[in-house]
């Protein structure tokens, strides 16, 4: 790895954040920046024992605050102080998407801010087995993120042309032209095989689809 790439600020440590929600469990903390504001991005709540269901409102959620310092003076929309339980909720379960969470923001050219998190996809099953990689375009009024109207789903599951709802399609292999396995099968501009000769084609994203 480059060296150039790792600084350090200094040998001192901030506690930044603090929550008494549940079990006090707060983790996957993510520090974001745009235009002056550093964005702390939290996961909360039950992330994992999730057979039986925990308590509603209890299971795994995104929350964010923000400050113009890195090492402190996070708070949220409200004002409340991150390190006495302070944070706005940016994602939650909704629809099938159960308890997201443990993400963090990207910045892709084209497209925008992206929030990425994994989730358990209810139409999949109930546990970790049906858990699913999620991301959502953010809009920023006010300087403050939230899912984009556009992408109150997550755009991860199979490609559809009506909606961007979780679904399976299965294709069958009808020719030699079928992608193998792993393979691409989908996504805007491509113009390869739409079919799989093994698996079936799962909508990652509006640019790809893939055979597994």
């Known amino acids: 790895m480059d060296s150039g ?9 901030y506690q930044i954040a603090w929550t008494s929600f549940g079990n006090g469990a707060m983790e ?16 909360w709540g039950n992330c994992c024992q999730l057979v039986p269901r925990p308590a509603a409102g209890t299971e795994y959620h995104m929350r964010v605050c923000r400050s113009t310092s890195a090492t402190g003076g996070f708070k949220d929309k409200n004002g ?6 302070g944070g706005t909720t940016i994602l939650e379960s909704h629809d099938y998407v159960y308890a997201p969470g443990h993400g963090g923001v990207i910045d892709v050219p084209g ?23 999620g991301w959502n375009v953010l809009d920023w009024p ?16 199979t490609k559809t042309t009506t909606s961007r709802a979780a679904q399976t399609t299965t294709t069958a292999a009808t020719s030699g032209n079928c992608a193998s396995l792993y393979g691409q099968c989908g ?19 509006d640019w790809y689809s893939q055979c597994l």
């Open 5 to 13: 790439l790792l600084k350090t600020a200094g040998t001192s440590s």
């Open 28 to 43: 996957g903390a993510f520090i974001y920046y745009r235009s002056g504001y550093y964005y702390l991005f939290t996961s």
């Open 80 to 85: 409340v102080d991150c390190k006495s339980s």
């Open 111 to 133: 497209v925008g801010s992206v929030l990425y998190y994994h989730y358990v996809n209810n139409n999949q099953g109930t546990n970790q087995a049906a858990t699913y990689f």
């Open 142 to 157: 006010s300087d403050w993120p939230v899912i984009s109207t556009g992408t109150s789903t997550p755009t991860t599951t």
């Open 187 to 205: 996504g805007q501009g491509f113009t390869g095989a739409a079919c799989c000769s093994s698996g079936t084609c799962k909508y990652s994203n």
